[in-house]
């Protein structure tokens, strides 16, 4: 089943052109990486297909319902209601964990399920022992976000998207604020998550994780998709030159 599709978006800054015709579709189950170099607009790709960003043209669906839509040059989005169904869709985990300082890690997962979900406390609370246990944080429920690591903090930050039970999850450079002990950890749970056939789109910049934990990564570059398919295809053998030298000067940096 198609989870997600998105049709000629576009996205300007100040006249500059960030995304130019961009196009994906994301299948249940799929785990995508995308990659390219900095600046290439692989965050503001995930900021506008999250509706984090205002994108200026182009069509986004979520499992069939038109979330955006464009028509004689004008971008119309589905109704207030619709969208709000829309975004259940979804999780986003960012880069610098956004968590809430003056909230315990337990209820920085339990607080937007019971609120805004308005779903029952105790089965919520049950759910978050499961979540913490499962992330390697049973015992940390009580802490506070300055009393973690930031690995441990982005763990909470993964946990806190998967108590919203979503259809699909979003990463925008997960490991990019933790240092390499702590970016193991984080990448171990991603593994996990893939593995139990959780449809994932992730912006990364550690390609051999890419490379192992993908159905299909997409190239990016100036706005564009320069190259996309198995790990396989765009890691191991690029057919693009600009793709090959962005590999080699990653390769390089390792």
């Known amino acids: 089943m198609e989870i997600l599709k998105i049709e000629n978006l576009r996205k300007s800054f100040n006249g500059i052109e960030v995304l130019k015709d961009m196009n994906m579709t994301v299948n249940e189950s799929e785990v995508i990486s995308i990659i390219g170099p900095s600046g290439s607009g692989k965050s503001t790709f995930l900021r506008c297909m999250t509706f984090l960003e205002t994108p200026d043209g ?61 779903r029952n406390r105790d089965e919520v609370l049950s759910e978050a022992k499961v979540l913490l246990e499962k992330i390697g944080l049973a015992d940390r429920g009580s802490a506070y976000p300055c009393e973690l690591s930031g690995g441990q903090q982005q763990r909470v930050a993964i946990a806190r998207s998967l108590a919203m039970k979503p259809r699909m999850l979003f990463f925008d450079e997960p490991t990019s604020a933790l240092d390499p002990e702590l970016t193991s950890e984080v990448l171990k749970i991603l593994r996990e998550i893939a593995e139990e056939k959780m449809t994932m789109v992730i912006v990364t910049h550690e390609i051999e994780f890419a490379k192992n934990i993908s159905d299909r990564v997409i190239f990016m570059s100036e706005g564009v998709v320069v190259e996309e398919g198995t790990p396989q295809q765009v890691i191991d053998s690029p057919s693009n030159q600009r793709t090959q030298m962005f590999l080699k000067k990653m390769h390089e940096k390792v």
């Open 58 to 118: 182009g069509e986004i669906s979520y499992c069939g319902e038109k979330a955006m839509t464009e028509s004689s040059g004008r971008v119309r989005y589905a109704s207030k209601q619709d969208m709000k169904r829309i975004k259940g869709y979804f999780s986003l985990v960012f880069q610098n964990f956004n968590l809430f300082p003056h909230r315990s890690v337990l209820q920085n997962i339990t607080d937007a399920p019971i609120k805004v979900q308005g």
